[in-house]
């Protein structure tokens, strides 16, 4: 069934920005997911991360005005992201990886729930997730939120601010480029691979409320990503772990307590994996380098005993 597109006429600009590396089984998938909003007043920016594949020829093949291509040595999703940024003056931004789609009102729903609430600045949407397309509430069910205007509360358990950050998937987000360009783009040095969107998702979460709209209009691939669920290797620390300083720095005094105690927590998480890995020397330092991780009983001392374990095997 068609759905009737509303005219761009009096409505505001959305630059759809979508890194690209070797998506060539997919691209076409999502660039016909965003081509067939109901909300048609955007452009879409491709940042090509220097593909091997023959994905940037599919890109080149879409004769839609509204398409822009952009080629560029491969530094990461999150610095892709911000060259995409860079080349749009729209007030709205949305990031949308090239082996997800949208269902056809993602914008619309999106932008009305930003020009009704003008003091949020940023909207989410719940998603699906995976080939059977299972909603993003069977996989975070420490969250409850309902639709409206939300802000982080102060008391929050950190493993629910985590859900709270893995709802913010870059791809169901709408927000205003301000609140992007404040906190200085996603998270890209080193080649950030992994972790480089939550290390903003995070700032903007202790700085702003938000709106949230729980119904699923994303759908994330995640039997397509290579470097998220789909990673081959073991997940490095997230970069909010390693490069503390910034999101420190751009905390409200009031969220302090909460932002030590959530690094903490996700100490704890990339210590069980780096040692599930073998790597106990990193696993050591996450847990040396965030003391809150002895305050979370249970969880710290099966994690402290694991490092035990492992070091008594290796020896």
């Known amino acids: 069934m068609s759905t009737k597109k509303l005219e761009p006429k009096n409505t505001p600009s959305v630059a759809v920005i979508v890194p690209l590396y070797n998506k060539g089984q997919y691209i076409a998938r999502t660039l016909k997911s965003i081509l067939n909003q109901t909300y048609q007043n955007f452009e879409i920016i491709v940042v090509n991360d220097g593909s091997t594949d023959n994905s940037p020829d599919i890109v080149s093949s879409y004769h839609d005005p509204r398409i822009k291509l952009i080629h560029q040595a491969n530094v990461g999703p999150g610095a892709a992201r911000n060259r995409g940024m860079s080349e749009t003056q729209a007030d709205f931004l949305s990031f949308l990886d090239a082996d997800d789609e949208w269902l056809p009102s993602f914008l619309a729903t999106s932008i ?19 080939v059977d397309c299972t909603s993003w509430q069977q996989h975070l069910p420490h969250l409850k939120v309902n639709q409206g205007v939300w802000r982080l509360p102060t008391n929050t358990k950190p493993k629910v601010v985590k859900s709270a950050i893995d709802l913010l998937h870059s791809g169901a987000v709408v927000c205003a480029r301000k609140v992007i360009e404040k906190f200085g783009g996603f998270y890209y040095k080193e080649r950030c691979t992994y972790g480089e969107d939550s290390y903003l998702w995070l700032q903007v979460l202790l700085n702003y409320q938000i709106y949230i709209d729980p119904t699923p209009l994303m759908w994330h691939h995640t039997e397509a990503s290579v470097l998220g669920h789909g990673r081959k290797e073991a997940h490095p620390p997230w970069p909010k772990l390693t490069d503390t300083a910034t999101i420190r720095k751009n905390c409200p005094t009031e969220y302090l307590p909460l932002l030590e105690h959530c690094l903490a927590y996700y100490a704890l998480l990339a210590a069980e994996r780096r040692i599930r890995a073998g790597d106990i020397f990193t696993a050591q330092k996450l847990l040396q380098n965030f003391p809150l991780t002895q305050t979370f009983g249970l969880k710290n001392i099966k994690t402290r005993c694991r490092l035990k374990l492992t070091q008594l095997l290796n020896k």
């Open 112 to 130: 009305k729930h930003l020009q009704t609430n003008p003091d949020c600045l940023l909207s989410v949407t719940g998603h699906f997730r995976g």
